[in-house]
């Protein structure tokens, strides 16, 4: 999941989730780590929730804006889970099974860096989605204008959703999953960079946990 600081990333894989694994706060920045969550639905294959730190968050410079480009392109470039019968890399080996989830706030709709964060997304892996964080903070009459703004903005379908009243969640679980199912690799690391952030400099970090 990629997104701006304070966008509910961790908020919402702990409702998809359905408990308390990822570490929240009001306070934007939090997420300094990219952390992972093994994740088993019933008898389908585990995959991996990865909670990257989040972009726009006015700390942390330009050492950290290399830290996050490095982190980003290990994850949506790196080739360390070869798909059987998929795409065939410039090397010759299969490249990974990679999808990617870019959060957007739903109040905030059209900013900059979430512009620039979608480009940099489209360009670097082939299987993508936006989905609106907070819906649950906009009356319905707005949500319906937000949403359409989104989608004109980014010329893509946007899934609402809310961490706090659970809306959408049913809904994001089978875009995951169809994502995951039929995600092709990631181009190759020719691409351009990811959106500089400017907050605390990442480090890797890894847990675990499954939904039944």
């Given at each position: 999941m990629?997104?701006?600081?304070?966008?509910?990333?961790?908020?919402?894989?702990?409702?998809l989730?359905?408990?308390?694994?990822?570490?929240?706060?009001?306070?934007?920045?939090?997420?300094?780590?990219?952390n992972?969550?093994?994740?088993?639905?019933?008898?389908?294959?585990?995959?991996?929730?990865?909670d990257?730190p989040g972009?726009?968050?006015?700390?942390?410079?330009?050492?950290?804006?290399?830290?996050?480009?490095?982190?980003a392109?290990?994850?949506?470039?790196?080739?360390?889970?070869?798909?059987?019968g998929?795409p065939?890399?410039?090397?010759?080996?299969?490249?990974?099974q990679?999808?990617?989830?870019?959060?957007?706030?739903?109040?905030?709709?059209?900013?900059v860096?979430?512009?620039?964060?979608?480009?940099?997304?489209?360009?670097s892996?082939?299987?993508?989605?936006?989905?609106?964080?907070?819906?649950?903070k906009?009356?319905?009459?707005?949500?319906?204008?937000?949403?359409?703004?989104?989608?004109?903005v980014?010329e893509?379908?946007?899934l609402?959703?809310?961490?706090?009243?659970?809306?959408?969640?049913?809904e994001?679980?089978?875009l995951?999953?169809?994502?995951?199912?039929?995600?092709?690799?990631?181009n190759?690391?020719?691409?351009?960079?990811?959106?500089?952030?400017?907050?605390?400099?990442?480090k890797?970090s890894?847990?675990?946990?499954?939904?039944?």
């Amino acid at each position: 999941m990629v997104g701006r600081s304070n966008v509910g990333k961790s908020s919402l894989i702990n409702a998809l989730l359905r408990q308390r694994v990822a570490r929240t706060s009001a306070a934007p920045g939090k997420t300094r780590l990219a952390n992972l969550f093994r994740v088993r639905r019933g008898s389908a294959a585990p995959f991996y929730l990865v909670d990257l730190p989040g972009y726009g968050f006015a700390r942390g410079g330009v050492e950290s804006s290399h830290e996050f480009e490095a982190l980003a392109q290990a994850y949506f470039g790196a080739r360390e889970r070869p798909r059987k019968g998929g795409p065939i890399g410039e090397d010759g080996e299969p490249m990974p099974q990679v999808a990617a989830l870019l959060l957007v706030d739903m109040r905030h709709p059209g900013l900059v860096n979430d512009r620039d964060a979608w480009q940099w997304l489209q360009a670097s892996v082939a299987s993508t989605a936006i989905v609106g964080t907070k819906c649950d903070k906009l009356p319905r009459g707005q949500r319906i204008r937000a949403t359409r703004e989104l989608e004109s903005v980014f010329e893509q379908s946007v899934l609402p959703v809310s961490a706090v009243t659970g809306e959408g969640l049913d809904e994001l679980w089978k875009l995951i999953d169809r994502l995951w199912n039929n995600s092709p690799a990631p181009n190759p690391p020719s691409s351009p960079r990811p959106p500089r952030p400017t907050g605390p400099p990442p480090k890797r970090s890894s847990g675990s946990t499954s939904r039944r």
